[in-house]
Structures are given as C-alpha cells and as structure tokens.
C-alpha cells in the first residue's frame, strides 16, 4: 500500500507514518513547517519523504491521511480531493493496524506517554512489542504480539481501537472544545473501556472514572485503600521514588522508579499492573523500571549550563503543569524554579485560566510567551490571549524567541520550558545568551 500524510511532523503523524513504513507500505508526506523539528528523526532513518510543495506527484492508488490542523481549505488538502484520491482519517487508518495485534491502549487525560514508555520499556527488556507512542516514536514488526498504543481522546480518536487490554490513568476536563461537558467525557471514556476485549486497567482514585459502567474486567490501582492495586510507603527523594505495590493485600513488590511525583509513581503503578497480569516476573518488572529513561519531552533535561538546569516537558494542562513543577521541587528541593510556560490554544485558555494561575503559582518565577494554535483563529475566541493568565500572576513576564535574554538573570535556576507546542527555537535562543 502507499501512504501520504499531511501534517507528517507533527507527533501522531510522525509516529503513525514510521509505523506504516516498518510495516512494508510505502510512505511520504507534507508540512507546512520547513523548521526541523524532533519528530523528523525517525522520518529521516527509514528516509520517508517529506514534501513541502504542492507540485510534486502523488500515484493515484495513493491513501491519503491527514492532521486535524489541516483544514479542508488548505491547498494540499483540496489538492489531494481534486486528484480523487482515497482520504481517510488519521484514527480509522491508525484503528485498522493496531487490530492486527494484542493492542495495549494506554488512555487517559494525562500521563499516556509516560505509561506507554514504561509498559513499552519493560515489554522491550521481556521479549518485545510494536508501539505507538505520542512523543513521535513509533515502531512495529509483524513478529510482535503486542502492540503498545497511546491511546487519546482527542476528537474521539481512541473509539477507532478495540484493544485487548487499556489503561485508563485519568479523566478531567480536557478538549472541552470537542466534549459537551465533563458527563459526556466520561461516556466516551466508558464506550473505549467497553470496546476493550480482556481487562481495563484504571486509577481508581480519579472520581470520574468510579462513574464508569464496566462490562469488561477491571483492576483499580491508587493510593486509595478501596483499590486493587495499592500503592504505599512512598519515599520521594531527589534521585528516584520508591513505593510498595499491594495487590489485593498481598505485597507484590518494591519498586524504584527514576521520574519523581505522585503522578509518575500512578503511572508506574499502572505499568506493573498490567505487566504483572502479562505474566513477567516481577523481578523482572522491577530491574526494567530501573533503567527507564522517560520519553522526548517529559522532564527532559536540555542542557545544564554553569548550574542552569534547562528542562523541555509537554505539560500543557493546569494539572499537568502543577504535577509537574511539584515534581521539579522533589528532584531540585534547593533550587530556583522558573517556569517559561507556552500556551497550546485559545480554547483550553478560555476553560481553565484560573487553573493556569494556580498551577503556575507553584514555580517561583513565570514567564509566557503568545498563544500558539494551529487549529484554533484569534477571532473565535474574542478577548483570549495569554495575557489572561499572565496578568493575575504577580511579576510574571512575557517573552518570545527574540527576547529570552530577559532570562539571564535567572541563571543557576532550574528553568523549565513547559508546553504541547515546539519549544526549541526558545530554548535554543536561551542557551545561545547563556553562553554569550
């Protein structure tokens, strides 16, 4: 089969196009950003062409998918419809190659990324899987029985899959643009669940997620002492975070993980978990958790320049965000923590601006840049801008990518550049004044 995918760098697509390729189609794409950008990486490897033109030739037996960024005005978009070529959406193309497999869907509001890499990680050490994961890895052999996906709720994407198992780690108010309210949320979360063959997996401390009607086999993990899965004697100290996992009753194990907050010691719960109910020993289980090293843009360590700590992370939610920097606390406990907070639409803005505020409140310094929205106008959303949240926040300050010397002042802080959209550019501009 043969392959084009518009929107190819942007994460989903990258991985999805990867995992075409691997599996012996033939694929290219298109993008708008000439930019390079990480998800290219693994586009470059397996030498998947990317077109940033709308003369080049596409074969008519050629499938068509697309990034919901690209609107059906956009010139590649209508193009692609004048030639009469198959188009189908990125999840139902997504939905047919997993089937193929025992697919693990790992969903939820947050932490899909985080628990897709660990239960990939500890897969990879016990004999191997295909995955799908959202920080723009992807790869898959037909040899593999299992198949890690991420699974997101994004324009109801995750209803194109029919897992054998899923995790749900979370529901909360989140693309509110796409749901009519939280109820609708949780039925939509409830039908992913129930598509699932064998066994759910879900964090049966989230309220919203004890609201929903099972038919199919769960195990609740937590703190909570209602749970199947408990988690206990936490220790949060700077260079992991150590628990024990309690399945019902009995000890299962002690675990150390190498990532540090409350919401990664769920996440590895999570993964044991399902890992445990697998079959792998949890010896085994353990010694994998150990020498994780977490996925592109999760707490990821930039650069360290005379004792500026320079983080990139994909937190772009007022939990997520707050998670996060209370994370950045347990592993920097004496150090300044400046957050440089990039907002990803007009629409989660408008939803949450509160929730912003106090999120961000949790770092010692603030600084925000301009909206970024590659799928929302300014005109929608009258009024909404970043200077929404900025302007409740005592002393914070607006930058962009010509003005990151505003943050030389802050040398010797752990600075953290937070946010969904491309941080880079920033990040580099901040490194390039810090070597000045």
Do not use: W
Request: charged letters at 30%; a negative charge; aromatic letters at 10%.
């Amino acid at each position: 089969m043969k392959y084009y995918c518009i929107g190819i760098k942007g994460t989903g697509m990258s991985t999805l196009a990867q995992i075409l390729f691997d599996l012996g189609n033939e694929v290219s794409g298109y993008d708008d950003a000439r930019d390079r950008k990480f998800t290219q990486l693994g586009l470059e490897e397996r030498g998947i062409k990317i077109y940033y033109d709308h003369d080049h030739e596409i074969d008519k037996d050629t499938i068509v998918t697309y990034s919901v960024a690209f609107k059906e005005d956009h010139p590649e978009m209508k193009r692609v419809r004048e030639l009469g070529l198959t188009i189908k959406p990125y999840g139902e193309i997504m939905g047919d190659v997993v089937d193929e497999f025992s697919t693990i869907g790992v969903s939820g509001t947050h932490g899909k990324t985080t628990t897709s890499s660990l239960i990939r990680h500890v897969l990879e050490d016990n004999g191997g899987c295909n995955y799908f994961i959202g920080a723009g890895d992807g790869m898959a052999k037909r040899e593999n029985e299992y198949y890690v996906v991420e699974s997101d709720e994004f324009n109801r994407h995750f209803l194109y899959y029919h897992p054998r198992y899923s995790i749900i780690t979370n529901v909360e108010e989140e693309h509110m643009e796409i749901y009519d309210d939280i109820e609708d949320l949780r039925k939509t979360f409830e039908q992913f669940a129930n598509q699932t063959k064998e066994l759910v997996i879900a964090n049966g401390d989230n309220e919203v997620i004890r609201k929903i009607n099972f038919k199919t086999k769960v195990i609740y993990y937590g703190f909570n002492e209602d749970n199947d899965l408990v988690i206990k004697n936490c220790n949060f100290g700077s260079k992991n975070s150590e628990f024990d996992l309690f399945l019902h009753g009995e000890l299962l194990g002690h675990f150390d993980l190498p990532l540090f907050g409350k919401h990664m010691v769920m996440n590895g719960a999570a993964c044991i978990g399902l890992c445990n109910y697998l079959g792998i020993d949890v010896k085994k289980i353990h010694d994998s958790l150990e020498t994780f090293v977490n996925a592109k843009r999760r707490f990821e360590i930039k650069d360290l320049i005379d004792g500026t700590v320079i983080v990139d992370d994909y937190a772009h939610h007022p939990t997520e965000i707050k998670a996060t920097l209370e994370a950045a606390r347990q592993r920097y406990p004496e150090e300044k923590i400046v957050v440089v907070f990039r907002p990803n639409t007009y629409s989660r803005i408008q939803d949450f601006c509160d929730n912003f505020v106090t999120s961000l409140g949790v770092a010692d310094k603030v600084y925000l840049t301009e909206v970024v929205a590659n799928r929302e106008k300014q005109e929608d959303y009258p009024g909404v801008t970043s200077h929404n949240i900025g302007d409740k926040i005592e002393n914070s300050e607006f930058v962009d990518e010509d003005s990151m010397d505003k943050l030389v002042k802050e040398k010797g802080s752990v600075v953290m550049f937070m946010g969904c959209a491309d941080n880079s550019h920033l990040i580099e501009n901040y490194i390039k004044e810090l070597k000045k």
